[in-house]
T-cell receptor, first 117, second 112 residues
Framework: KAGVTQTPRYLIKTRGQQVTLSCSPISGHRSVSWYQQTPGQGLQFLFEYFSETQRNKGNFPGRFSGRQFSNSRSEMNVSTLELGDSALYLC????????????????FGEGSWLTVV | DAKTTQPTSMDCAEGRAANLPCNHSTISGNEYVYWYRQIHSQGPQYIIHGLKNNETNEMASLIITEDRKSSTLILPHATLRDTAVYYCIVRGASGGSYIPTFGRGTSLIVHP
């Protein structure tokens, strides 16, 4: 069974541009969440989607947005890029956000490395 | 989510057991303990999780104290490839959506 797939793996953008990152969850998983990881702030939650609806949102500016499609695939977009947006962006999927008695394991993709110059 | 406390770094000799502690004194009854690890430049890898019983899988063992206020991840025979940052997190498993909060984790270095 394939894991969480993220594309592109690496990309370089210029300040002021916008970027779209893509995530394909594990087959059968309907919840997708996004995280930003930087050396200074560590792993920070961006937002979570389930059945095409945003369920939770972290403390990030409106330049960061996302969406989920009917096949559970998700995209996140960052507009008006700033140097500080350089980070590893991680996507994770789980069967559902609510969880079951045995727990609700989240599985991560390899991430997309974004460099803003 | 309950907060966790882990040592910043640890080291272990190859072939020996690596015991990574985690304190989660404010954990509530329906929160599970999860362990992930992250090797440089890769996404976090799920290792194991548990509620109150000790758990074992092909990667590691998880020992949770009876009061559930702390746990220990055990890598029985550490190899150089186990060098990574290990994260202990707690999150609920029922109702609504529980977002895991990742701390700084423990940087484990396995040396020859």
């Amino acid at each position: 069974k394939a894991g969480v797939t993220q594309t592109p793996r690496y990309l370089i953008k210029t300040r002021g541009q916008q970027v779209t990152l893509s995530c394909s969850p594990i087959s059968g998983h309907r919840s997708v969440s996004w995280y930003q990881q930087t050396p200074g702030q560590g792993l920070q939650f961006l937002f979570e989607y389930f059945s095409e609806t945003q369920r939770n949102k972290g403390n990030f500016p409106g330049r960061f947005s996302g969406r989920q499609f009917s096949n559970s695939r998700s995209e996140m977009n960052v507009s008006t890029l700033e140097l500080g947006d350089s980070a590893l962006y991680l996507c994770a999927s789980s069967s559902n956000p609510g969880g079951q008695p045995s727990g609700n394991t989240i599985y991560f993709g390899e991430g997309s490395w974004l460099t803003v110059v | 989510d309950a907060k966790t406390t882990q040592p910043t770094s640890m080291d272990c000799a190859e072939g020996r057991a690596a015991n990574l502690p985690c304190n989660h004194s404010t954990i509530s009854g329906n929160e599970y303990v999860y362990w992930y690890r992250q090797i440089h430049s890769q996404g976090p890898q799920y290792i194991i999780h548990g509620l109150k019983n000790n758990e074992t899988n092909e990667m590691a063992s998880l020992i949770i104290t009876e009061d559930r206020k702390s746990s220990t991840l055990i890598l029985p025979h550490a190899t150089l490839r186990d060098t990574a940052v290990y994260y202990c997190i707690v999150r609920g498993a029922s109702g609504g959506s529980y977002i895991p909060t990742f701390g700084r984790g423990t940087s484990l270095i396995v040396h020859p």
